[in-house]
């Protein structure tokens, strides 16, 4: 998983299911517990891929050179799993002939070969062409015909509906597909009452025979119907999970949802500079443009280092002064922090490090190299010194002043850290112990005195429970917290990925949230590139009022037209803008046209959570038998118990109350709590259910029982207790049969 994001993993592999994996950060293993942490060694002599069954790592680190290696030659895995896959890719697109993947799609295209099940998790799956998805789905599988790059994309083409579809390559790949998955049910049913079974019959048996001249004597519905099949039976239907809002509100329509989805309410915010901020704005991008074209030049990295202090430039002169406090260091070769290269943070290098490997093309120089760099440096910090304010902080504090007298609580993102201490300093003297933070270092409450940290759960509950009036986050808060409790959020800033600005969205846009409209803020100063990118695709495209949805192949144009944009200065500029915008309204356009995720429809309806075991079986099963029974009282909280063999502590079966505002700690496979009640008795031993194990890795338990005829397998807990509520058979049994369905059921699926 991305470096940002290992926290925020741990921590939902132990609350959601009960898995304590460590970090293992290339020379120890680390846990984090709430905003301290704990460290393991490595066992002399062990593969450290090996020590825990299950392993949390960086991309960032698994990816570098020699660690990919040592990965690699660990041996097979059951699982892996990849968050932010998106970032596995090729380096270019200009021919696609050219096949150049960074580090991270390389090192998957080796575990690929060398792991039981992969899962790729990603909201934007294709950035900016459609061989991104091909390059994914092909590390997962694809049926032999549609492993050819060419005609996959020939395929995804000829989505677009137009007069030059290659009929040859579709019908090859729809015949592939359909000897692969099936005819998509969903298609068969609704072809078949439009059509009848014989204009259903007729499209297939053209598949079929790969007969493409049938096409030209269809009818314009049979050559609809055709169409709808192309996109049903391309890979991504088959091989992928999502949920768009379209889709959600579909599911809530039909009742499979019981929330609905909130709509958006936009509203982007251009603010004037003062004319000492103005003077200050462009002496800087003055100073960036300049040396950022010097680097470019010399093709050592450099350069990208320049478009950092651009993004902080717009977040806030806080963290464009505490940036360039860092670069006057480095330059002067006074910084030592080799976590932290050329002084610059995970908020600054994660993204071009992970897509573009970006930390092992910079390039060291003598001190003598930076000189007239510092003096830049130097004079541009005396300028900052002057500033005695910052307008856009006096608008969002009189917009938070009057946003609550209308709601109760407020959301306020920004991209760096740095942004949010200045924030915090700013306000802390208005909201007290009302305000928090959550960023990178946890969460922190200002408790009258101090700032404390607090766990992400704590201060979730917190904030449900309306102790929080202003909650400021960096873009850590973008995945893992739910706050679908508030209904309005603040953009301090705009990054240049718009993908993250809707990570931001979805923190209260999401199921769960009880109001019908979420109401959006976003600060730009005006007439800067981020503004006027920003109006082009809220006004033009849209996007400020959907979900991304389609629209997502857009998402790396206005990123990169905003780059290239920022790093000029003048008629330059003008000119970069001017072909940005063209460029991001013709990828629009492009995506819809045609998208291998374009009119996503999934195969069947959302799969629904089951297992052998769930929480609602555990409590069931639990609370009204003896000897249970006797050591649990049910509790004034909601969905609550008091374990009396633990002093009354509180514990839940349901998640949703542990996640909420109660202390109750969730009480599932292990829990200490759990884990102490199972141990109560044993369990009673009879002929005709048998138990069998096998710990050749992770453990495998099967239950069997006789029912007079056969040994049947136990599929669940609730069909155990049932069985043990039966009357016993005492008659002697042979459980070699059970033995065998065990072995060749469960054992053998891990080959």
């Not at 459609?130 to 060419?150: M, S």
């Not at 003077?279 to 040396?291: C, G, K, P």
């Not at 005695?388 to 006096?394: D, F, I, M, P, W």
């Amino acid at each position: 998983v991305p470096r940002s994001l290992v926290k925020q993993w741990q921590e939902e592999l132990r609350d959601k299911f009960l898995v304590d994996a460590p970090f293992y950060d290339g020379s120890k293993f680390v846990y984090f517990e709430g905003n301290t942490t704990r460290s393991e060694p490595l066992p002399s002599g062990r593969d450290p891929w090996r020590v825990h069954r299950v392993t949390l790592a960086s991309a960032q680190m698994a990816k570098m050179s020699g660690r990919s290696e040592s990965l690699l030659n660990s041996g097979e895995w059951d699982l892996v799993i990849l968050d932010e896959a998106h970032h596995a890719r090729r380096r270019d697109f200009a021919t696609l002939n050219r096949y150049r993947p960074n580090r991270l799609l390389r090192l998957m295209e080796g575990l690929t070969e060398r792991t039981k099940a992969l899962l790729l998790m990603t909201a934007t799956p294709m950035q900016v062409h459609p061989i991104e998805v091909y390059d994914l789905l092909k590390l997962l599988g694809l049926p032999e015909k549609w492993q050819d790059q060419r005609s996959f994309m020939e395929y995804i083409i000829s989505l677009r509906e137009t007069d030059d579809t290659t009929w040859g390559t579709v019908f090859s790949l729809l015949d592939s597909s359909i000897k692969h998955w099936g005819v998509d049910k969903s298609w068969e049913e609704s072809c078949g009452r439009a059509l009848g079974p014989v204009g259903r019959q007729r499209i297939l048996n053209a598949i079929d025979f790969e007969n493409t001249s049938a096409v030209y004597s269809f009818s314009d519905s049979e050559r609809e119907w055709l169409r709808q099949l192309m996109r049903r039976q391309q890979p991504v239907p088959w091989m992928t999970y999502r949920s768009t809002r379209p889709l959600l509100r579909q599911y809530f329509a039909q009742g499979l949802l019981k929330q609905n989805i909130p709509y958006r309410e936009p509203a982007p915010l251009q603010l004037d500079m003062t004319p000492q901020e103005q003077e200050l704005y462009h002496a800087v991008e003055q100073y960036i443009s300049d040396y950022y074209q010097r680097y470019e030049e010399l093709k050592n990295g450099l350069g990208f280092v320049m478009t950092i202090y651009r993004r902080r430039l717009t977040s806030s002169l806080h963290a464009l002064k505490c940036s360039l406090e860092r670069r006057r260091e480095f330059l002067q070769n006074k910084w030592n922090d080799a976590t932290r290269p050329m002084g610059l943070d995970d908020e600054d290098l994660e993204d071009a490090d992970l897509d573009d490997d970006i930390t092992e093309t910079l390039v060291k120089k003598p001190p003598e190299f930076w000189q007239n760099e510092v003096i830049e440096v130097d004079a541009l910090l005396e300028q900052l010194e002057g500033m005695t304010h910052e307008g856009k902080y006096l608008k969002v504090m009189d917009d938070l002043g009057d946003v609550l007298k209308q709601v109760a609580q407020v959301i306020v993102f920004t991209q760096y850290t740095d942004t949010l201490d200045f924030l915090r300093e700013q306000l802390l003297a208005v909201f007290q112990t009302k305000l928090a933070c959550y960023s990178g270092r946890g969460g922190e409450v200002w408790d009258g005195t101090n700032w404390s940290g607090m766990s992400k759960e704590r201060l979730q509950a917190k904030f449900a429970a309306g102790d929080i009036s202003v909650l400021l986050c960096t873009d850590a808060a973008a995945e893992g917290l739910n706050l679908q409790n508030c209904g309005v959020i603040f953009n301090y800033d705009m990054p240049w990925n718009p993908m993250k600005v809707e990570q931001r969205i979805g923190r209260i846009d999401r199921i769960g949230q009880k109001r019908p409209v979420v109401k959006i803020r976003h600060y730009l100063y005006k007439d800067t590139v981020e503004a006027r990118i920003y109006e082009v695709l809220g006004d033009r495209i849209d996007w400020f009022k959907s979900i991304v949805g389609e629209l997502q192949p857009i998402l790396h144009h206005a990123q990169q037209a905003i780059r290239k944009a920022a790093m000029v200065v003048g008629q330059q500029r003008e000119d970069a803008i001017k072909e940005g915008i063209q460029q991001l309204e013709g990828a629009a356009q492009a995506a819809k046209e045609y998208s291998p995720t374009l009119k996503f429809e999934p195969n069947s309806p959302p799969p629904t959570a089951g297992g052998p075991v769930d929480l609602f079986s555990i409590q069931e099963i639990l609370v009204p038998r003896q000897p249970w029974q006797e050591s649990l009282e049910e509790a004034p909280e909601q969905h609550c118990y008091k374990y009396l063999r633990d002093k009354g502590s509180l514990i839940t079966f349901d998640r949703e109350t542990a996640t909420g505002t109660t202390d109750a700690s969730i009480c599932t496979y292990g829990s200490r709590i759990l884990e102490e009640m199972l141990s109560l008795r044993e369990p009673p031993h009879r002929k005709d259910i048998v138990r069998f194990e096998d710990n050749a890795g992770t453990p495998v338990v099967g239950y069997y029982r006789w029912d007079s005829e056969a040994w049947r397998k136990i599929d669940s807990l609730p069909m155990l207790v049932s069985a043990l509520e039966t009357a016993p058979t005492f008659e002697d049994l042979d459980a070699e049969e059970a033995k065998s369905l065990f072995e060749n059921n469960v054992v053998s699926g891990r080959t």
